[in-house]
């Protein structure tokens, strides 16, 4: 006979293995996507008064914040980027209005559109990114995974395909 202690033991062990296997299976997704850029939704909180969202430190973004800037007053026309980061990981969200952030992993692009501020671009290093097609008034906040650093930067597009390609 199987006694209730018995009962839930075969359950926990049951539930460790198949938990374990499922977090095996994230891991796994997690590892492929690490270095894929991609939109996260945040929480949105839809409230008469007015929406409120939020990220925490690696709660909704997949690092730990080291630094917040954010680029505003950008002229018609303008670009801001083009250069790659050695290290750092960026996320990338419109607070306000609309911008395209346009990438390049060496050999294919990806171009984003953000306009809502309850979703953002996640970055990993090593992409070539430019953000351009700013509408008036757009305000994009950065939250990177580094302080700032000049040296973890690269400025031109041919030494970044070379570092990439050989
Ligand atoms: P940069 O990153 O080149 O701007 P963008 O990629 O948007 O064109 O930064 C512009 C200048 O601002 C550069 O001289 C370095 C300085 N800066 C800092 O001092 N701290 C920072 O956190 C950032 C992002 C830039």
Known sequence: MITNQKVSYI??????????KARNIIKQNNVSRMNEPRIIELPKIIDPRGNLS????????????KRTYWIYD????????????????????????????????????WKFSLN?????????NMLWRTI???????LALIV???MYNAEDYIRDFDEFKTIKNG
């Open 116 to 124: 809502r501020s309850y979703y953002g671009l996640y970055i990993p």
């Open 11 to 20: 359950n926990s062990q049951y539930e460790f293995e198949y938990g374990q």
């Open 74 to 109: 950008v002229p018609g026309g303008e670009t801001r980027g083009s250069h790659a980061f050695k290290e750092q990981q960026e996320f990338i969200i419109a607070l306000s209005g609309s911008f395209d952030v346009v990438l390049h992993d060496g050999t294919k692009e």
């Open 132 to 138: 351009e097609n700013f509408s008036t008034n757009s």
């Open 144 to 146: 990177s995974d580094k």
């Open 54 to 65: 939020f990220f925490e430190n690696s709660n909704q973004i997949p690092f730990d914040i």
